[in-house]
Nanobody, 122 residues
Framework: QVQLVESGGGLVQPGGSLQLSCAAS????????MGWFRQAPGKERERLAA????????YYWGSVKGRFAISIDDAKNTVYLQMDRLKPEDTAVYYC???????????????WGRGTQVTVSS
């Protein structure tokens, strides 16, 4: 069974950086994409970024463009989210997800991690 496990969350001051990781296990993966999402209290889930295997294509949505960068290590089945110039409004639970469908469609994601908390506060 496919499992996704996020790590790297924590408390960071405004303007700081964090790198999240998401490791996939439990299968043989090819021609897939992985995405990062977040959900803040009282808000809807927000899709942030996605990347196809072999780093062929990257996608970014919303306010994270230019501040966050997604990358993937196919050999490790691990996707990363480098987050720079963090703001208090970036505080949320961050989730990774895997799809063999369209990375731009939330309902195409088949597997989800349990999330990691990111708190941006002084």
């Amino acid at each position: 069974q496919v499992q996704l496990v996020e790590s790297g969350g924590g408390l960071v001051q405004p303007g700081g950086s964090l790198q999240l990781s998401c490791a996939a296990s439990g299968g043989t993966f090819s021609s897939y994409a992985m995405g990062w999402f977040r959900q803040a209290p009282g808000k809807e889930r927000e899709r942030l970024a996605a990347i196809t295997s072999n780093s062929a294509v990257t996608y970014y949505w919303g306010s994270v463009k230019g501040r966050f960068a997604i990358s993937i290590d196919d050999a490790k089945n691990t996707v990363y989210l480098q987050m720079d110039r963090l703001k208090p409004e970036d505080t949320a639970v961050y989730y990774c997800a895997m799809t063999w469908g369209d990375p731009e469609k939330d309902h195409d994601y088949d597997y989800w991690g349990r999330g990691t908390q990111v708190t941006v506060s002084s």
